[in-house]
Every structure is written in C-alpha cells, then in structure tokens.
C-alpha cells in the first residue's frame, strides 16, 4: 500500500511561485515508480500536469506548462515536488500527485501517458489571481 500526502498549495498572484510536495509513504517493495501531477479546474476535465520516472533524469510536461513548471523526484526522501513558476491565472485548480511502483516502462513519456495510475494523494489547491 502506498500513500500520497500533498502540501504546498495556496494563493498567489500572477507571475509568482509555488512548489507542491507530495510525499511518498506506506509499506512498497518498489525503488522505481511513475510519479506524475495532475490537476482538475472547476467544470474541466483532469489533465496530467508533468510526469517522471524516478529512476531517470528525465521529464515530460504538457505544453501549457513547458518552461513554466519543474517536476523533480528526491529519492533518499522519497519526495515528489512540482516548482510553479509565472504563475497564471489558468493555472488555478486543484492539483494530485499520483504513482505508479514498479512501471513496466522505465521512460518518463510512459508515465506521462499512463491514466490508471493506482495511488492518488488527497489533493491541494493552487488559486492564481490575476
């Protein structure tokens, strides 16, 4: 069993920053995971934000938030983060962190176009104000 636990979401105005947490826990026998974030604005459907294996240096990101966004996973403390730069407006939603332990691809664009991912943290809120 894996849990994900989110933090770092707020207010903010355009052009800031924020950086989402998500913290892995629970009992896995797994090193390597597709680690990905998602989010989910009011009356829109879920898109897949920016995703990575953590076994890898690699990321891939939707094109809204390429140049803008920076997914990055440390390993010794198990931690999934996501730094939000120029912020917009349109970035407001709520955002997940989700995994997947011991993919069967070890590519970053695998787990970008993964959707069943099993694990899902609780979720935090991003409100960008313009």
């Known amino acids: 069993q894996v849990q994900l636990v989110e933090s770092g979401g707020g207010s903010v105005q355009a052009g800031g920053s924020l950086r989402l947490s998500c913290a892995v826990g629970?009992?896995?026998?797994?090193?390597?995971?597709?680690m990905a974030w998602f989010r989910q604005a009011p009356g829109k459907e879920r898109e897949v934000v920016a995703a990575?294996?953590?076994?890898?240096?690699?990321?891939t990101y939707a094109d809204s938030v390429k140049g803008r966004f920076t997914i990055s996973h440390d390993n010794a403390k198990n931690t999934l983060y996501l730094q939000m730069n120029s912020l917009k407006p349109e970035d407001t939603a709520m955002y997940y962190c989700?995994?997947?332990?011991?993919?069967?691809?070890?590519?970053?664009?695998?787990?970008?176009?993964?959707?069943?991912?099993?694990?899902w943290g609780q979720g935090t809120q991003v409100t960008v104000s313009s």
């Open positions: 989700a995994a997947d332990p011991g993919p069967p691809q070890d590519r970053s664009a695998y787990c970008y176009t993964l959707q069943a991912y099993p694990y």
């Open positions: 990575i294996y953590t076994r890898a240096d690699s990321a």
């Open positions: 629970g009992r896995s026998y797994y090193t390597n995971y597709c």
